[in-house]
């Protein structure tokens, strides 16, 4: 079945850098964008990152801009989001997730079950 | 950048009554609308895209409405599984970025 599976998360200090992975399975993944979504305990939804499906356009939010790449691995069927100079703000569960149409969708059809990542001192 | 803002916050209902969410932009824009529940400890669940397409699976009680700024996604008879936050969020053709709703909290 379609699935989005993240890994990566984990405790690390401010400043320093953790690389978050989601691994594809179950549908065309060359054809379909990649987002990253990130909740913060008891907080709402914000939207991180993207890549496209093909990989030539990437994108970030102010929030993450500079610190955070995302990019990915198509032999892999595989998106990687690389986070530098993290900062405690960054505390939250990150989800990766699938655009619902190919090449372009603006709705994100499946999800991933999330993997933590805590900024503490 | 487009802001979304959502009402109610809250809002509480008793099973067969009819919800009212409400979606507004901060400015219209060209792209597209999409409605997602979350229920504790679950990742969100695509309900409607396009402002009023029904995601794969979703029961028909869940409709989605609105162009412009206004949004409007309506439970026409909430049942006690309903209970979850819902989010809106928008993303247009150009930023490819996206941006959600703060979210509303249903109650049965």
């Known amino acids: 079945q379609v699935q989005l599976v993240e890994s990566g998360g984990g405790v690390v200090q401010p400043g320093r850098s953790l690389r978050l992975s989601c691994a594809a399975s179950?549908?065309?993944?060359?054809?379909?964008?990649i987002h990253w979504v990130r909740q913060a305990p008891g907080k709402g939804l914000e939207w991180v990152a993207v890549?496209?499906?093909?990989?030539?356009?990437?994108y970030y939010a102010d929030s993450v801009k500079g610190r955070f790449t995302i990019s990915r691995d198509t032999s892999k069927n595989k998106v990687s989001l690389q986070m530098d100079s993290l900062r405690l703000e960054d505390t939250a569960l990150y989800y990766c997730?699938?655009?619902?149409?190919?090449?372009?969708?603006?709705?994100?059809?499946?999800w991933g079950h999330g993997t933590m990542v805590t900024v503490s001192s | 950048e487009i802001v979304l803002t959502q009402s109610p916050a809250t809002l509480s209902l008793s099973p067969g009554e009819r919800a009212t969410l409400s979606c507004r932009a901060s400015?219209?824009?060209?792209?597209?609308l999409a409605w997602y529940q979350q229920k504790p400890g679950q990742a969100p669940r695509l309900l409607i895209s396009?402002?009023?397409n029904r995601a794969t699976g979703i029961p028909a009680r869940f409709r989605g409405s609105g162009s412009g700024t206004v949004f409007t996604l309506t439970i026409t008879s909430a049942e006690p599984e309903d209970s979850a936050v819902y989010y809106c969020?928008?993303?247009?053709?150009?930023?490819?970025?996206?941006?959600f709703g703060p979210g509303t909290k249903v109650v049965l």
């Open positions: 179950g549908f065309t993944f060359s054809s379909y964008g």
């Open positions: 969020q928008q993303r247009a053709n150009w930023p490819p970025g996206a941006t």
């Open positions: 890549i496209s499906y093909d990989g030539s356009t990437d």
């Open positions: 400015q219209s824009f060209s792209g597209s």
């Open positions: 997730t699938k655009e619902s149409e190919a090449k372009v969708g603006f709705a994100y059809d499946v």
């Open positions: 396009d402002t009023s």
